[in-house]
């Protein structure tokens, strides 16, 4: 059984920043891929960063230049430093693993931005 246990959401004003984690435990096997996925009020789900085994990183273009994705592989624990943060960015932030026995999720953590 994997656990992916996330923190560092709140409640910041807009040009702020906040930096999220996500601590992975568990049964878990050769990891893959580790990513941050986000679901506005009203709307789905959505990628906004991951980063491959290896390092190779990618980001939604709504992110890119703002955002930064980074790993701590010896803590099974990625990060998402978030800046110059907008309203639009307001979202529960999902963390995603990706393993070779299977993908899981985390339970989110709320991100609200004031304009």
């Not at 878990?28 to 906004?48: H, L, T």
């Not at 990625?78 to 693993?97: G, H, I």
């Amino acid at each position: 059984q994997v656990q992916l246990v996330e923190s560092g959401g709140g409640l910041v004003q807009a040009g702020g920043s906040l930096r999220l984690s996500c601590a992975a435990s568990g049964s878990i096997s050769r990891i893959n891929v580790m990513g941050w996925y986000r679901q506005a009020p009203g709307k789905q789900r959505e990628f906004a960063a991951r980063i491959i085994t290896g390092g190779s990183t990618n980001y939604a273009d709504s992110v890119r230049g703002r955002f930064t994705i980074s790993r701590d592989n010896a803590k099974n624990t990625v990060y998402l430093q978030m800046n110059s943060l907008k309203p639009e960015d307001t979202a529960v932030y999902y963390c995603n693993l990706g393993t070779a026995g299977g993908n899981y999720w985390g339970k989110g953590t709320l991100v609200t931005v004031s304009s």
